[in-house]
């Protein structure tokens, strides 16, 4: 048997299923696009906040005209749509301009304006600071009126039936733009736990692969197929290198639909690194799974499903974890070296930790070998 004829073999056993292939051809896209349109929304720089202008006068419409001509994402709606929008994280936050916020407009009393944050971060005080620049010029024209109006009276003189229109037209002709913040941000940024559409741009193919590679050793490592490659000259072996081939070629073949998938969504392009940095992840998935196929049959799927959440969970896939934790123990566990590595962190290289898998891989044919001389005929 060569090992051409058992490569092609192992092939065969993979594609053998219609559905199985429409699984290794799909899902990689399916995922990447999903984390594509996620990482989009993630990296958006756009704040997003839902206003509901219950007060409907001109000086309310003012306020909304003047929070979008500064440059935010206004989205106008009704005030039951508020908390689904929030709570759905659809935007950042909700303003609500009350009934009555032009009559109290003009006192130095605050009121008239509910502002409920999406989450307290930084975004909060942002989007307070701007409501607040945008009230200003409203307050301190309608006091202006007020005292214009006081003066007027006081002298005996009618107040022009224009002079509040003459009087915010020549303010508007007086600005050259409205008040605006700018943030500059000193030091390095820290990266803090937190519960985001995706948690790295990789982290759920990192996970698919790490099923991919248990449930496709488990999937060719068969008792059956022991049996009848034992009694042919070099059919062990020659199993062992082709069925690892076989693996690596549809497992780097789904890295890059994931890859070329999120990436064109994006519109950015592959990353060499990141794709050198999945292919060691790949070996070490196989790695590991080749050790859980020495395993009885009867609980070795099971053990390894577990151990893959595990891994998935300790590693940060789920969870944003900060560099510290992910330094201190999360990287000597596959999936955790691998996001990682992902992220920049100062880590184990790729080509070394592929390395290294390769070495396990080669150190594990033995056991496997004696493993197939045991099995019953």
Known sequence: MSFLRAFLLRLRELFASPALVLVLALMPVL???????????NRDTRVRVAVADLDGTETS???????R???WDILEAAGHELPRLVDGRAVDGALVIQPGFSAQI?????????????????????????????????????????????LYRSS?????????D??????????????RQEFDYVGSYVEQPALTYVVNDYSMEVMFLGFFALLGTLALDTPGMKRRLRALPRGLPYDYGASLLALVLVGFAQILLYMVSMRGLMRQAVSGQELLVLSAFLLISLAVARMVALMDEGIRLYLGLIALLLFSLAGGCFLQLPEQMIRSLGQYIPHGWAMAALRGYPVLPALPAAGIALLSLALLYPLHARRAGRLKT
């Not at 419409?61 to 929070?67: E, F, K, Q, T």
């Not at 005996?156 to 509040?164: C, E, K, Q, R, S």
């Not at 003459?166 to 733009?177: D, G, K, P, Q, S």
Request: no cysteine; aromatic share 6%; proline share 6%.
């Open 31 to 41: 995922l990447g696009l999903t984390a594509g349109a996620a990482n989009l929304r």
């Open 61 to 67: 419409r003012g306020l909304v005209a003047s929070l």
């Open 69 to 71: 001509r500064q440059g």
């Open 106 to 150: 003009g006192s130095l009393s605050a009121g008239g304006l509910t502002y409920t944050p999406a989450e307290g971060t930084l975004t909060t005080n942002m989007v307070l600071d701007a409501v607040t620049m945008s009230v200003i010029p409203f307050k301190s024209s309608q006091v202006f009126l007020q005292q214009a109006a006081a």
């Open 156 to 164: 005996g003189v009618p107040l022009p039936p224009d002079f509040a």
């Open 166 to 179: 003459t009087f915010r037209r020549r303010t508007a002709e007086n600005l050259v733009e409205e008040a």
